[in-house]
Antibody
Framework: QVQLQESGPGLVKPSGTLSLTCAVSGGSISSRNWWSWVRQSPGKGLEWIGEIYHSGTTNYNPSLRSRVTTSVDKSKNQFSLKLTSVTAADTALYYC????????????WGQGVLVTVSS | QSALTQPRSVSGSPGQSVTISCTGTSDDVGGYNYVSWHQQLPGAAPKVMIYDVSERPSGVPDRFSGSKSGNTASLTISGLQAEDEADYYCCSYAGQYSRWVFGGGTKLTVL
């Protein structure tokens, strides 16, 4: 069973860069899966941020594309998220998730990490 | 504003059935059979309950069922139990540009 664990700073200053990492256990990041980031703003619903394949191929939410970068570190079996020029609107619970092999749904989720954007 | 529309809340008594709708467009829900439903208990990560419109992962009770008609997908929970009280989110594949879209979530209260 795949397990995902997010990590990163819980506080980021406005205009700064949010950086998170998702460690994958119980499976290989080089398997035939896409790896995603999803966030949940306080009291709001879920928003897909982007995804990456182990080859480095990426897809991003059009509304965030200009500020998002994802990467994979095969040696550490983890993938990462960077979101630049953050504002208070980026304050959210950030989840990493695995996309199913059939590429039709998110089958495993991390516990999430709260990131607050504040000076 | 979420891409998919869900009722903000639904409620039911133990033993009853409830249905949660998820309305999108022909670009997402109506265009693909890749609708999933995720349960989020308070303080917990989402957990998939239904995928590919009507498939249940192993371990999910058969009280949970899914369906789709046109641009609207539905999650039905029969024989409601107190442990079903949670937020439920629908998710759909939305094509190569938008990829994945979610509903705003529905809070299920078991009376």
């Amino acid at each position: 069973q795949v397990q995902l664990q997010e990590s990163g700073p819980g506080l980021v200053k406005p205009s700064g860069t949010l950086s998170l990492t998702c460690a994958v256990s119980g499976g290989s990041i080089s398997s035939r899966n896409w790896w995603s980031w999803v966030r949940q703003s306080p009291g709001k619903g879920l928003e897909w941020i982007g995804e990456i394949y182990h080859s480095g191929t990426t897809n991003y939410n059009p509304s965030l594309r200009s500020r998002v970068t994802t990467s994979v570190d095969k040696s550490k079996n983890q993938f990462s998220l960077k979101l630049t020029s953050v504002t208070a609107a980026d304050t959210a619970l950030y989840y990493c998730a695995k996309v199913s092999e059939t590429y039709s749904y998110f089958d495993f989720w991390g516990q999430g990490v709260l990131v607050t954007v504040s000076s | 504003q979420s891409a998919l529309t869900q009722p903000r809340s639904v409620s039911g008594s133990p033993g009853q059935s409830v249905t949660i709708s998820c309305t999108g467009t022909s670009d997402d829900v109506g265009g693909y059979n890749y609708v999933s439903w995720h349960q989020q208990l308070p303080g917990a990560a989402p957990k998939v309950m239904i995928y590919d419109v009507s498939e249940r992962p192993s371990g999910v009770p058969d009280r949970f069922s899914g369906s789709k008609s046109g641009n609207t997908a539905s999650l039905t929970i029969s024989g409601l139990q107190a442990e079903d009280e949670a937020d439920y989110y629908c998710c759909s594949y939305a094509g190569q540009y938008s990829r994945w879209v979610f509903g705003g979530g529905t809070k299920l209260t078991v009376l």
